[in-house]
C-alpha cells in the first residue's frame, strides 16, 4: 500500500540532477546527426578547394581520418539507438560520445592546420574560416552539455589559432586575435545557452514532480497514508472488474471501528488520531500488495481483495479483528484499545454491489455485539465459491 510522500525523508536533489544530466545527454544524441552530416559536406569542400594545390597522400589522408570520424560516431549512434536507455541509463552512453567528439574535433582542429601549412595565406585563410565555422557549430550543438560543447570548441579552434600566432605574420596573427575574440565570446555564449536549457529542464522537473505529489496528496488520506475514498473507489472498481473478466473470485472488506465516537470524547481527537493510524499501519502491514485498501470515512476502512475466496476472505478479516483487538495505543491519560467490525462482501458483484453487502454485513456486526465478523447473506446465498482456488501471497 503506497503511502503519502514524506519529503522531510525524500531529498530528490541528488536524484533530479542525474535525471537532468541523462535528458541533456539524450538530447545531444538527438541533435548530433545533423552536425556529423555538415562536417561530412564541409570535408567535401575543403578536399575539391585543395585537390589541386594540396599534396594528395595528405589530403586523402585527412578525407580518410574524416570519415573514420564520421563512421566512429556513426556506429555509437546505430548501438545508441539499438539500446534505447532510458532515464538515468543513459548517462553511461556520455563517455563513448565525448570520446568520439574529440576524435572528430581532433581531426579538424589539428588536420586542418597540418594540412594547409604549406599552403598560400588564401587557403590558409579560408582553411581558418572553415575551422571557426566548425567551432561555431559546435557551439549550438552541443550546448545541451556545456562540457562538450566548450570541449569541440577548443579542440577545434585552439591548435589553429595557435599555429597562426606561431606563424609570426601579421595576417596571420590578425586572424588569430579575431580566434581569440570568437573565442572569448564562444565561451559565455555556451554559459548562458547551458544554463538556459539546464534550468528550463530542472523548471520542468520541478513542475512535474509537483504535481505527482499533488496527485499522490489527492488519493491519499493524510492520516492514515491509504487511499482516500475517491481513490478506494477508482482503484477498486478496477480491481474488481479485473476479477470478473477474468473469472478470478474476489472478496471486499467494510471494517468499521467500534464506539470510536467514545474515544474521542473521553480520551480527545488526538488519542482518536492516534487509533486510526495504528489501525491504518495494520492493514498495510497485514494486506498483500494486489489489494486495494482505502479509509472511506472518519473511523470507516474498506479493503478489495483480488483471487480470494470467500473462505480466504473469511481468514483475512478474523485475523484483523484479532490483531486489532491486540493494539495498544499510549494516550496521556493512559494506554487504551479497541475492536473492530468487519463486515465480507463476496461473490460475482460489480464494486457497488459487493460494498452495498459488505456495509449490510458490517451493520449485522454491529448489531451482533461488535468485534466480530459477518458475511453477507448475498455471499452465503451462492455458496463459498471456488475453493480450490489459492489466494496469492503478499
Known amino acids: 500500500m503506497r503511502e503519502a510522500p514524506d519529503e522531510s525523508v525524500v531529498d530528490p536533489g541528488a536524484e533530479s540532477?542525474?535525471?537532468?544530466?541523462?535528458?541533456?545527454?539524450?538530447?545531444?544524441?538527438?541533435?548530433?546527426?545533423h552536425a556529423m552530416a555538415f562536417s561530412l559536406m564541409a570535408a567535401a569542400v575543403v578536399a575539391n578547394a585543395?585537390?589541386?594545390?594540396?599534396?594528395?597522400?595528405?589530403?586523402l589522408g585527412w578525407c580518410a581520418l574524416v570519415v573514420l570520424a564520421f563512421l566512429a560516431r556513426l556506429w555509437l549512434f546505430v548501438r545508441h539507438a539499438h539500446a534505447k536507455p532510458r532515464g538515468t541509463a543513459v548517462l553511461r552512453w556520455q563517455r563513448p560520445y565525448l570520446a568520439t567528439l574529440v576524435f572528430a574535433s581532433l581531426v579538424w582542429g589539428v588536420g586542418m592546420p597540418w594540412?594547409?601549412?604549406?599552403?598560400?595565406p588564401v587557403h590558409q585563410a579560408m582553411a581558418y574560416v572553415f575551422i571557426v565555422g566548425m567551432a561555431g557549430s559546435a557551439l549550438t550543438t552541443y550546448s545541451a552539455l556545456r562540457r562538450a560543447a566548450l570541449t569541440a570548441f577548443f579542440v577545434t579552434l585552439a591548435p589553429a589559432t595557435l599555429w597562426l600566432f606561431a606563424t609570426g605574420e601579421l595576417i596571420a596573427?590578425?586572424?588569430?586575435?579575431?580566434?581569440?575574440?570568437?573565442?572569448?565570446?564562444?565561451t559565455r555564449a555556451t554559459h548562458v545557452l547551458s544554463a538556459s536549457l539546464r534550468n528550463n529542464i530542472r523548471l520542468r522537473h520541478e513542475l512535474e514532480r509537483a504535481t505527482r505529489i499533488a496527485e499522490e496528496v489527492a488519493r491519499t488520506d493524510d492520516l492514515t497514508g491509504l487511499y482516500n475514498r475517491r481513490a478506494f473507489t477508482e482503484l477498486g472498481s478496477a480491481a474488481v472488474d479485473y476479477c470478473l473478466r477474468h473469472g478470478l473470485p474476489v472478496g471486499l472488506l467494510l471494517l468499521d471501528l467500534d464506539r470510536f465516537k467514545?474515544?474521542?470524547d473521553t480520551l480527545g481527537h488526538a488519542a482518536g488520531d492516534a487509533a486510526l493510524k495504528a489501525f491504518g499501519a495494520l492493514l498495510k502491514q497485514s494486506l498483500r500488495g494486489s489489494d486495494v485498501c482505502g479509509r472511506i470515512g472518519g473511523e470507516e476502512f474498506a479493503v478489495?481483495?483480488?483471487?480470494?475466496t470467500l473462505e480466504q476472505a473469511l481468514i483475512v478479516a478474523e485475523k484483523l479483528r484479532l490483531a486489532c483487538a491486540r493494539l495498544a495505543i499510549d494516550a496521556?491519560?493512559?494506554?487504551?484499545?479497541?475492536?473492530?467490525?468487519?463486515?465480507?462482501?463476496?461473490?460475482?458483484?460489480?464494486?457497488?454491489?459487493l460494498l452495498q453487502h459488505a456495509d449490510a454485513a458490517m451493520y449485522e456486526a454491529k448489531l451482533g455485539g461488535r468485534n466480530r465478523v459477518e458475511v453477507s447473506p448475498m455471499a452465503l446465498a451462492i455458496g463459498h465459491g471456488t475453493q480450490h482456488e489459492a489466494r496469492p501471497a503478499a
Open 17 to 33: 540532477h542525474r535525471a537532468i544530466e541523462a535528458e541533456l545527454v539524450a538530447l545531444l544524441y538527438r541533435q548530433t546527426p
Open 50 to 59: 585543395l585537390w589541386h594545390t594540396a599534396p594528395r597522400a595528405p589530403l
Open 115 to 120: 594540412l594547409v601549412a604549406n599552403e598560400t
Open 173 to 186: 596573427m590578425s586572424m588569430a586575435v579575431g580566434g581569440l575574440l570568437f573565442a572569448i565570446g564562444g
Open 262 to 264: 467514545a474515544i474521542n
Open 304 to 308: 478489495v481483495l483480488p483471487h480470494t
Open 332 to 353: 496521556p491519560e493512559g494506554r487504551f484499545g479497541f475492536t473492530v467490525s468487519i463486515g465480507v462482501g463476496h461473490g460475482p458483484y460489480d464494486f457497488e454491489s
